[in-house]
């Protein structure tokens, strides 16, 4: 594979060094197997050959060729720069946690130790319970457990000893420190713990009733939205005619058109689309699968960037725009496109800047073009037609017609 980055024999010759051989080599396949440009190819295996060759010199073991390697490599070239050695580039020394991480792939230099604390045994466990008996995706399910895991770590692994007071204080000092939806969120999840908890005996029975509530009253916020001139303005300038382009161009018009949720963007397969019946599978919440039709527009650009896509073994449609190609990491990935979207539309001064800006403009505007509520929570997808009420409350034209007038007193 060397060959691919590399055609003049005297360079094949020395980066195929008796010792570095094999790793260099095979470090040239994966970055062609990931689709590295050739100029980006041979930077990086410029930067490796490098640093195999001060390893030689400096006597230090494959086994050893690690972040603190590269630490060591940095500064001996930079103390020798003097003496005639280049001083390594800052593009060089970024290549190299690359060709470490190959290394460890081929298990010839020994895994990192997990800088994050490993999941606590009950809270693993409860969130293969919420996994299998609520429908949750798998990035809740891994929500969870974090959640929990901080629970565990306040009030303790041993779920017999759990209090009322103590789950009332560990709430109350949740809420003062942080916001009202993550709060509520993490009142849900213990809610959730503590009733599997008593489900499996570990705890007394009732102690879900002593969770409390915060103070907030549903559908007494509005959504934030854009106009659909707005809307379009987005749309036409995730578009342009790069290969990223075409994929921010589908991602954002799946959002625009049909109000899919970041993560059902990232989430969505190629097997997903029909083209025959002009149809598609969306992975939605809880598991639920929904087809829906796919307008033209839509299609067409999600074809466009299915074109270019990188070659990839993965289903999933959307990939990263660079290498090493990989599936989009999921619901902020999405959103990040959606915002660089805005960015470009001269539209940085919107305060909601993620995906759902999109989704809540698109039922703003169905229903201010006429659409009924039971229309909007089907194509949204909601399991509650209260969820979609709220949307109501920015139809201004439809509140003016139902608005009272305001009463007045006649003066004598």
């Known amino acids: 594979m060397l060959t691919r980055y590399f055609e003049a024999s005297y360079a094949l010759r020395r980066f195929r060094g008796p010792t570095t051989a094999r790793y260099i080599e095979s470090f040239a396949k994966f970055l062609a197997e990931n689709s590295y440009a050739e100029r980006t190819g041979r930077g990086y295996i410029r930067a490796a050959v490098q640093f195999a060759a001060w390893a030689d010199s400096a006597a230090v073991p494959v086994a050893r060729l690690d972040e603190a390697a590269i630490?060591?490599?940095?500064?001996?070239?930079?103390?020798?720069?003097?003496?005639?050695?280049?001083?390594?580039?800052?593009?060089e020394l970024?290549?190299?946690?690359?060709?470490?991480?190959?290394?460890?792939?081929?298990?010839?230099?020994?895994?990192?130790?997990?800088?994050?604390?490993?999941?606590?045994?009950?809270?693993?466990s409860f969130g293969s319970w919420v996994y299998k008996?609520?429908?949750?995706?798998?990035?809740?399910?891994?929500?969870?457990?974090?959640?929990?895991?901080?629970?565990?770590?306040?009030?303790?692994?041993?779920?017999?000893?759990?209090?009322?007071?103590k789950i009332r204080q560990y709430i109350k000092d949740w809420g003062q420190s942080h916001g009202i939806a993550s709060t509520k969120f993490t009142i849900s999840v213990l809610r959730s713990f503590l009733r599997y908890l008593i489900v499996e005996g570990r705890c007394r029975i009732g102690l879900d009733a002593a969770v409390p509530t915060v103070p907030c009253w549903r559908l007494t916020s509005l959504p934030r939205y854009i106009g659909a001139a707005d809307v379009e303005r987005v749309v036409i300038a995730s578009n342009d005619e790069s290969d990223r382009g075409a994929r921010d161009h589908a991602v954002v018009l799946l959002i625009a058109r049909l109000g899919l949720r970041a993560c059902e963007v990232a989430r969505l397969q190629i097997g997903d689309i029909?083209?025959?019946?002009?149809?598609?599978?969306?992975?939605?919440?809880?598991?639920?699968?929904?087809?829906?039709?796919?307008?033209?527009?839509?299609?067409?650009?999600?074809?466009?960037?299915?074109?270019?896509?990188?070659?990839?073994?993965?289903?999933?449609?959307?990939?990263?725009?660079?290498?090493?190609f990989r599936p989009l990491g999921g619901a902020e990935s999405v959103s990040g496109i959606v915002r660089a979207a805005l960015r470009r539309a001269g539209?940085?001064?919107?305060?909601?800047?993620?995906?759902?800006?999109?989704?809540?403009?698109?039922?703003?505007?169905?229903?201010?073009?006429?659409?009924?509520?039971?229309?909007?929570?089907?194509?949204?997808?909601?399991?509650?037609?209260?969820?979609?009420?709220?949307?109501?409350?920015?139809?201004?034209?439809?509140?003016?017609?139902?608005?009272?007038?305001?009463?007045?007193?006649?003066?004598?």
């Open 71 to 91: 630490a060591q490599f940095a500064a001996k070239r930079r103390r020798k720069a003097g003496a005639g050695l280049r001083r390594p580039g800052k593009f």
């Open 94 to 124: 970024a290549y190299l946690p690359l060709f470490v991480q190959h290394l460890r792939s081929l298990g010839v230099v020994p895994s990192r130790p997990s800088e994050t604390p490993k999941t606590p045994r009950l809270a693993a």
């Open 133 to 165: 008996n609520r429908g949750v995706q798998l990035t809740t399910k891994d929500q969870y457990e974090v959640t929990t895991a901080l629970v565990i770590a306040k009030l303790g692994s041993n779920p017999a000893k759990y209090t009322p007071s």
């Open 274 to 324: 029909s083209w025959k019946t002009g149809t598609f599978t969306v992975r939605g919440k809880g598991r639920k699968n929904v087809v829906l039709p796919l307008p033209q527009d839509v299609g067409d650009a999600v074809a466009r960037y299915i074109q270019v896509r990188p070659q990839h073994a993965d289903s999933r449609v959307f990939l990263r725009s660079r290498a090493p």
């Open 347 to 412: 539209m940085s001064h919107v305060r909601s800047q993620g995906a759902h800006l999109l989704r809540h403009s698109v039922a703003t505007d169905l229903l201010r073009s006429g659409a009924s509520l039971d229309g909007v929570r089907a194509l949204l997808r909601h399991s509650s037609s209260e969820t979609t009420a709220v949307y109501a409350k920015v139809d201004v034209n439809m509140l003016t017609s139902v608005a009272r007038p305001w009463p007045t007193t006649e003066v004598a």
